[in-house]
């Protein structure tokens, strides 16, 4: 079971189930850390179709665990794309009016190159010899792919979460190629609370003996009790307390009374573990190390000085931010601090902020607020942007 | 949690007669910010008739949501705390419509408003309005009209002024009044040859075009 599942994720990780786009040696990722990676690829998908003008493309980034089959059905679990509610043919995102593009972002395991990968150099996943993956890297390489596409500027890029991330690097790195951007319950670096969640994670991966140095896969093994944990621990930040109580309270687990043990006795633990099994049949514990550590350089102000609004200096882009009020792990002052800084730097930007008890993952979920607010700013951007309906 | 704020938008649209008065002050393609947006009306309007490059701010969670859902360029905030993060002479137009009386500090924001905008446009209702002095006068209570629908102990208007303080406080903050209007109860303007005297007496609500 161990070994057919190790085997499934390889796959996808070198011959994913979408498409790819290959770079070789004349084409290297040039990497934050100072190293090349090359070759390297990109899996991606994407929905509708580009028009002749190329004006229509809008690029979806993914959040920490996520992946290019935003509106299809997922190969590795057989569930809905993750952002399914919001796009599709006559959705609020209609794929029948745009071209969705939404890549796996480099250190990921579902075929962009990660750590799963298999390294050239030595016929075995690259593990821990990849050198540190950082966003301002996974969005250098979505820029060859929309290259790729001949889509000198996208129409819009959106993303939640570490998706959000990517959405203000692409602003700030290449103003000129967004036309409007939406970063969703994010911030412009990760704050101390959110670095150490991380930490906690990446040490209960590291603490598995089955990690084996991050080698795992040499010893046909894969830490599967350190990467639940560290999804457990993950998951708690993305709700709130206010939504753990409304859907669990204290409520037994198919049980009566209390067994005076350590089994999972209330809902909530029997929920959590459920999530920390099923997460480990779908991701890679080396890459989860990876896309954490991303998160965590990602400070868009230190690479200008400490000053925010110089990373978007003269930008034409138009912004839409939104945040969620029971979002504890980017809390609405994250957003708002970059609201003020497009302010500073007279960027066109609207800010909204939902009320909603459903913590951070609420940009997944069916918001009726977030989808009116995400469908009045591309209406208003696409005929600012001479797109017909 | 969060705090009544949400429930109170800045202004209350039935009465504002002064919004094609602010309108005809702008010349069409300006840069335009809207503080204390409401719902919207003026900035849709100043879009719609003068193809402006709009941008919003307003106080009130709900009225965001719905500007922004309507396509309209709009941040929550606050008048008296958000403004300085806007840089020097950002805007052409910075509109403080009928929200002046709204805010904690209405000097330092008047001078946010002066620093921002190469032009200010302000209006605000008359507190020295024939009316208000007679309810004040006759039956000795403070005077809730249909302009002023608010009772003292729940009103969110907690600096009201008269047309000539509003004028003391433009010298106060070496501001130049390019122009003024007072409007009457039926949102007409009154006669540009009164003097001030009969502005304040006579306007129910004023509208000013500021520089500095």
Known sequence: ????????????????????????????????????????????????????????????????????????????????????????????????????????????????????????????????????????????????????????????????????????????????????????????????????????????????????????????????????????????????????????????????????????????????????MTFVDRFDANSYLYMTRAMDYFDLAADHGGRLADAFAGTKTRFCLVSFTSDWLFPTEESRSVVHALNAAGASVSFVEIETDRGHDAFLLDEP????????????????????? | MRQAKGEIMSVNHAQRVDLEVVADLIPPQSRVLDVGSGDGLLLELLQATKQVDGRGMELSQRGVNECVARGLSVIQGDADKDLKFYPDKGFDFVVLSQTLQATRNPKLVLDELLRIGKHAIVSFPNFGHWRVRLSLFLEGRMPVTKDLPYSWY??????????????NLCEELGATVEKATALDANGQKIGLSMPWWFWNFFGQQAVFLLRR
């Open chain 1, 369 to 389: 607020e977030l989808f009116a607010a995400i469908n009045g700013f591309i209406a208003s951007a696409a005929r600012a942007r001479g797109l017909s309906a």
């Open chain 2, 154 to 167: 729940d009103t969110p208007n907690i600096h009201f002024c008269t047309i000539r303080d509003f004028v």
């Open chain 1, 1 to 276: 079971m161990v070994a057919l599942r190790t085997k499934r994720t390889n796959n996808e990780a070198d011959e994913p189930s979408s498409l790819v786009l290959r770079f070789g040696a004349d084409k290297p990722l040039k990497l934050d850390a100072g190293t090349l990676l090359s070759p390297f690829q990109i899996a991606y998908k994407t929905y509708g179709t580009l028009n002749d003008a190329r004006s229509n493309a809008i690029l979806v980034c993914h959040a920490l665990t996520g992946d290019q089959h935003v509106a299809s059905t997922n190969p590795v679990t057989g569930k809905p794309g993750w952002w399914e509610v919001l796009i599709g043919p006559g959705k609020i995102i209609d794929t029948s009016r745009f071209f969705v593009i939404c890549s796996n972002v480099i250190g990921g395991c579902l075929g962009s190159t990660g750590p799963a990968s298999t390294n050239p150099a030595t016929g075995k996943p690259y593990g821990l010899d990849l050198p540190i993956i950082t966003i301002r890297d996974m969005v250098r390489a979505q820029l060859m792919l929309v290259d790729h596409f001949g889509i000198e500027k996208l129409f819009s890029v959106l993303g939640g979460s570490m998706g959000g991330m990517q959405v203000l690097q692409w602003a700030s790195s290449y103003p000129e190629r967004v036309f409007s951007a939406l970063p969703i319950a994010t911030g412009a670096r990760h704050s101390s609370q959110n670095i150490a969640f991380h930490e906690v994670g990446r040490q209960a991966v590291m603490a598995d003996p089955d990690w084996h140095g991050g080698k795992y896969f040499e010893h046909g093994k894969r830490p599967e009790k350190g990467l639940a944990v560290a999804r457990m621990a993950a998951h708690i930040t993305y709700l709130s307390e206010a939504a753990l109580h409304r859907k669990f309270g204290r409520n037994l687990q198919d049980r009566d009374a209390l067994t005076f043990g350590f089994d999972a006795d209330f809902q909530i633990e029997s929920y959590l573990r459920h999530q920390g």
